[in-house]
Structure formats: structure tokens, C-alpha cells
């Protein structure tokens, strides 16, 4: 039972690797690689004060502590590129992790559509942001970076991701 709920966790971890540009309402669970056996569970809450759309990423790892937790504003809603649309937004993130390190980033995000697949939809996604975590050497402290590929399925979506943490994250998100 134990394993299950470790499994069930990690696939969750990777619900926020390269979240896309526009809020939506998601929980999730992944599977990190190569830290097998760090569990994360995050979650996504759109907002609107003012019309904008805003939202807010929440991340918690675990059993090595972390959380992260990042604001972002859709600032280009429906740019079209090929005839498929594209997203831009602006992000800004803080972090923690054990023992005691804590940063944050600024950036830009952007999400492009993919054409449908049959019942499936799809979106790449990127993020850049600079500032501080640590992270080893300086040039990887004070840059983040994201780059993922989701696709949905009525109310599930699959992503595959790799980002500044995690060489790939594997997740299996829930929206509603």
C-alpha cells in the first residue's frame, strides 16, 4: 500500500515541470527521473482580478523537501502561428528545498497548440526565467528553464517534461 501511494505521488511530480502559459485548473502527480523516489504533487488555480488571466502554481516535493511556488499572467492570449495559436505569459517563481536553500526566477512563457491528434490535443510549452537558486555552479543558479510537451484527453492530460531540476518528469494531471 505504501508503494502505491509513493507511486501515485511521484506521478503527480511532474504536474508543474513546464506548466503552459494560460491558467488552468489542474491537479497532478508524477514520476521524476533520474531522482527516482522524490515524489511532488502540485496543483494550478486560475484567477482573474481585472479581466487578466492570472494563476497560481503550487509545488511540493517530497521525501527530499521542496516547494515552489510561482504567479503568472497571460499577457498574449491568441497569437496564431501556422494557423495554430500561441500563448505568451511572464512567470515569477520562489523556492525552497532542503537543507535551507531558497531563490526565485522571472520570466516568460509561452505555449503553441498542436495540431489534434484524433481525440487528442496537444501544447508544447517553454519557460525562461533568470535569478537565483542554488544549484552548484552560478551560470545553472541563476537561470530556469522548462520544456515540455502535454496532451489532453477530455479531463486528463499526459505530459512529458524536462526542466532546471529534473532531467524528465513524466505526470499525469486531472483538470476541471
Known sequence: MKRLWIASIFTLTIALASAPAYPEN????????????EISLGAVLPFAPLGLDTGLDLELR???????????ILILPSLTVGGQFLAVGSFAELRYAEPGY??????????????QLGPLQGVLSAQLGLGYFPKG???RSIFSYGLGLRFYYDSLAVE??????????ASLLYLW
Open 62 to 72: 517530497y521525501p527530499r523537501l521542496g516547494v515552489s511556488t510561482t504567479g503568472k
Open 160 to 169: 512529458l517534461a524536462s526542466n532546471d531540476r529534473d532531467l524528465l518528469r
Open 26 to 37: 489542474s491537479l497532478g502527480l508524477g514520476y521524476v527521473y533520474p531522482t527516482a523516489g
Open 137 to 139: 555552479n552560478l551560470l
Open 102 to 115: 531558497f531563490g526565485g526566477y522571472l520570466g516568460g512563457d509561452f505555449s503553441w497548440d498542436l495540431p
